[in-house]
Every structure is written in structure tokens, then in C-alpha cells.
């Protein structure tokens, strides 16, 4: 489930001005009209920690965020929760609001193995909307593990779209999600040139080139 109830003493509901993620990152005209769009409200509703869950940190990952945003629309850019994460040195649930219903989304964000004062932010995974009504009722406890790394693994990976192959690791597993994604965009692009091209020895190449990355789309899946 990818509703949680969360403990009492993670407890924050501390609201953050917009302007602060204006300070912190550096971000486009167009974003910061994003952000105006899109969002009435962010709250810092939990902080996950060893004080809050009684789980251990490990290295690189010692607390883990849940903010709530109440949207103005039922879409979000995925880059204004880019800048989020930028702005924050941790790992960030969103718990998102439009109306009466909700979603959750969530990146694997990760330090830079080459550089330990950059970040890496994988795309964005998010649950179906649920009608905030229902929502108390679908919440489950957090679920059992050793240290806040297991529980972080925990909340990606009920939220993938594709399951893990044996012995992959939450970092592989991202990695090939993402090459699934760029594969299948590849695709549409490919056949949306083909459906317009009208020389027939083209036509034949592009479908070469279709069926190479179809072939390398179904391995990724496999």
C-alpha cells in the first residue's frame, strides 16, 4: 500500500512559503510560474528519522521527508518537485492534494558517487489518485525493517511499475525503469515518423530501426 500512517512524534505541520524554493534553487521564469499555477500550499507535515521511527539512519540517508501540496490543478510538473528536491538535502514523499482526492509521488534521489555534495534524483513515481475520504481507511503502518534505507527501498519500490528481477538492487532496478521509459519514448517518436514519412525504402529502414528497439525494449523487460 502506498498510504501510510505515520507516528505521532514524526508529526511537523509546519507550512513552507513557496518563496523558499525560489531562494534555494535556481530555477527558471517559466518554473516559478509553475509553481504560482500549480500550487496552493506545501506543508512539512513529517519528519521520518532514528528520533521520530526508532530505525537507524545509514550512510547517506538520515532522515526522510513527507510534505504534503495542496495543487491548485490536478497536474504537477515534475519539475517543481525537482526543485524541491534540490532545495532539501533528503529524500521527500509527497503526499499530493487536489480537491478530494490524493496521490503520493516519490523519487529515488541518491548522493553522487562521484561527487558526495551533488545529489542524483531519478524520475518521479507516483500512485493512482484516491479519494481523500477513502484515504484513512487505506492507510497502513509503516512497514518493518531494520533502518530508514529499508524503509525508503520500501516506498519505491510499492510504487514501480515493473518488479524487481532476482538479486537487483533498488539502484539497478531504477536505472533499468528508467531505460524502459527512454526505450519506450524512443519508440513513439520513431512511429510517430513513420506514420508521416512517404518514401517506401525510408519507411523499410525506420522499421529496421523499430524492431532493434522493440527487441532492446523487451529485454529491459524481461
Not at 545529489?119 to 481507511?137: K, P
Request: aromatic letters at 10%.
Amino acid at each position: 500500500m502506498v498510504l501510510y500512517t505515520f507516528p505521532d512524534k514524526a508529526f511537523v505541520n509546519r507550512n513552507i512559503p513557496k518563496t523558499k524554493f525560489y531562494e534555494h534553487a535556481s530555477i527558471s521564469r517559466a518554473l516559478k510560474d509553475e509553481f504560482v499555477s500549480q500550487i496552493q500550499q506545501i506543508t512539512w507535515a513529517y519528519k521520518l528519522s532514528p528520533e521520530t521511527t526508532n530505525l537507524a539512519a545509514v550512510k547517506g540517508l538520515f532522515e526522510i521527508q513527507v510534505f504534503n501540496i495542496q495543487l491548485k490543478t490536478p497536474e504537477l510538473d515534475n519539475g517543481v518537485l525537482l526543485s524541491i528536491d534540490k532545495a532539501i538535502p533528503h529524500p521527500i514523499f509527497y503526499q499530493l492534494f487536489f480537491e478530494d482526492k490524493m496521490r503520493v509521488a516519490l523519487a529515488y534521489k541518491r548522493i553522487n558517487e562521484s561527487d558526495e555534495t551533488k545529489w542524483v534524483i531519478e524520475q518521479y513515481l507516483s500512485s493512482e489518485w484516491f479519494a481523500v475520504n477513502d484515504a484513512e481507511q487505506l492507510k497502513t503502518p509503516l512497514p518493518i525493517v531494520l533502518n530508514l534505507g529499508g524503509l525508503y527501498e520500501k516506498m519505491l519500490k510499492v510504487l514501480m511499475p515493473i518488479a524487481a528481477n532476482e538479486g537487483e538492487n533498488i539502484k539497478a532496478h531504477t536505472e533499468r525503469l528508467s531505460k524502459i521509459m527512454q526505450k519506450q519514448k524512443e519508440i513513439a517518436q520513431l512511429q510517430s515518423k513513420m506514420r508521416n514519412e512517404k518514401q517506401f525504402n525510408r519507411k523499410v529502414e525506420m522499421n529496421n530501426q523499430l524492431k532493434t528497439l522493440q527487441s532492446q525494449l523487451a529485454e529491459l523487460q524481461a
